[in-house]
């Protein structure tokens, strides 16, 4: 097969605007139909006609599925020396499972070696008691994201009959971040799927460099979500609740900010050591499980200011740079599965929390709890024998409502585009209205914040 390189626009060298062409399928292909996002904000769409004539999706041909998933249980992303610190023993925390594992290789969008990110190797020097360094993937999060594997391999292998059941490169793409905690979930989710994969094509794992990464809230790339993230520290107890609970957790858990560097008690981190505490066994301190409700709470609202701003007025224009590239890549996605009978059936994309909350918020959708490990939001595009489009959207794998919906958990491709069109964008007007910010970052300068969700 003769696969040739196109660079559309201007910033064709920055993410999504490089595609790889062939006669067979585009890969990320630019959509003619931009102008659709033209369509009415969500606010405009009619309240929810149910109707007895509901769509029978049996009846329809499954055209397309991407799969946005977090990637499973690791360990803390930081070392908090105001509680005391577990054993985290490396030999047997990090270990695989003893299931049958896939091969891959790993290259960027436009099919280079990629180097190690700038997290991965910031993590590396974060080392727990035990000797397992800070963010990796657990041998209990591989296993997770294995039985992920095994659920979309029941759906759209066994049921759906959506793809084959050895792994074909031309029926699935699969596409990680940077960070080997991301890339090793694809792998083992893909194991879930395929067992060795002995029978199978090779498998590549597509990623990008973080400075060009779309798959995670960018706060150290674009300016504008580096500042809405440098504004929410800064005013953090504007958080209405925050500050009084804030001063008694401190107080509980033996918190002093002056042997903190004078920083105030992070919520998110907290809440991130607990976490991972729990997941794997480990004991946490009573005094933080007694408030473990109000940190969860706290903690929750932080992340989704930090990926939708503070205030109503700023909540479209920050979400769209959070994730609207992101909406319009699914929006294409759709469009190519059905100009192009050779196009993927089956899109995976291993990513963090910080994604897929944005997306729930923008879907209108997010029910104010943190997406759990493992976490998947999947977009199945329909088509129906009168070449009607229809989208259903599941999160950890019950179908939801999206707003607009006229047939329950079944949406028209029309009202779908409406919901998301005041937020998809492309990567050029990302990539412009982030340096627009003024705080172009050019390097991981939040400590990994942003990804490490």
Not at 308 to 315: A, N, V
Not at 345 to 367: E, P
Not at 417 to 434: F, K, M, N
Request: aromatic share 10%; charged share 25%; hydrophobic share 40%.
């Amino acid at each position: 097969m003769m696969w040739k390189w196109r660079t559309v626009g201007a910033l064709g060298a920055f993410a999504g605007t490089c595609y790889l062409v062939s006669h067979r399928q585009i890969l990320h292909a630019k959509s003619p139909l931009d102008d659709a996002f033209a369509s009415p904000s969500p606010a405009s769409i009619g309240r929810v006609k149910e109707r007895q004539n509901v769509p029978d999706l049996n009846q329809m041909e499954l055209r397309n599925v991407q799969v946005f998933f977090r990637h499973g249980a690791r360990s803390p992303l930081r070392i908090l020396s105001f509680l005391d610190q577990p054993d985290w023993p490396k030999d047997k925390i990090l270990g695989d499972p003893s299931f049958p594992a896939v091969s891959y290789k790993l290259l960027d969008v436009r099919g280079q070696p990629v180097p190690a990110g700038p997290y991965d190797q910031m993590y590396q020097k974060i080392i727990f008691k035990g000797g397992t360094p800070a963010g990796q993937l657990t041998k209990t999060g591989k296993e997770q994201v294995y039985d992920l594997g095994k659920e979309i391999r029941r759906k759209y292998v066994e049921e759906r009959k959506l793809i084959s059941p050895t792994f074909k490169s031309h029926e699935v793409y699969i596409r990680s971040t940077n960070m080997m905690r991301t890339i090793e979930s694809a792998r083992w989710l893909l194991s879930g799927m395929y067992g060795d994969n002995q029978a199978g094509d090779r498998i590549t794992i597509f990623t990008e460099p973080a400075e060009r990464e779309i798959l995670y809230p960018n706060h150290s790339f674009c300016g504008q979500l580096k500042a809405v993230n440098k504004k929410l520290f800064k005013g953090i107890d504007e958080i209405p609740g925050l500050r009084e609970n804030r001063i008694e957790l401190q107080k509980l858990l033996d918190y002093k900010e002056d042997a903190n560097n004078k920083k105030k008690l992070n919520y998110v981190d907290l809440r991130d050591e607990i976490i991972a505490r729990q997941a794997h066994g480990i004991p946490v301190p009573e005094t933080a499980l007694a408030m473990m409700n109000e940190i969860e709470l706290y903690a929750v609202k932080m992340l989704t200011f930090m990926v939708s701003g503070s205030h109503k007025k700023m909540r479209k224009d920050i979400l769209r740079l959070a994730c609207g590239p992101v909406l319009h890549l699914v929006h294409d996605n759709m469009d190519a599965s059905v100009w192009n009978d050779d196009f993927y059936k089956l899109q995976l994309y291993a990513c963090h929390d910080s994604m897929l909350l944005a997306l729930l918020v923008t879907l209108g959708i997010f029910t104010g709890k943190w997406p759990p490990f493992a976490a998947d939001l999947v977009f199945e595009s329909y088509e129906d024998k009168a070449g009607r489009r229809w989208v259903r959207v599941l999160y950890l794998n019950e179908p939801v409502h999206l707003p607009g919906a006229e047939y329950g958990d079944v949406i028209s491709r029309e009202k779908f585009t409406a919901l998301i069109g005041p937020y998809a964008i492309t990567v050029d007007s990302y990539r412009q209205e982030c340096l627009a910010g003024g705080e172009d970052g050019e390097n991981g300068g939040d400590g990994g914040r942003s990804a490490g969700l």
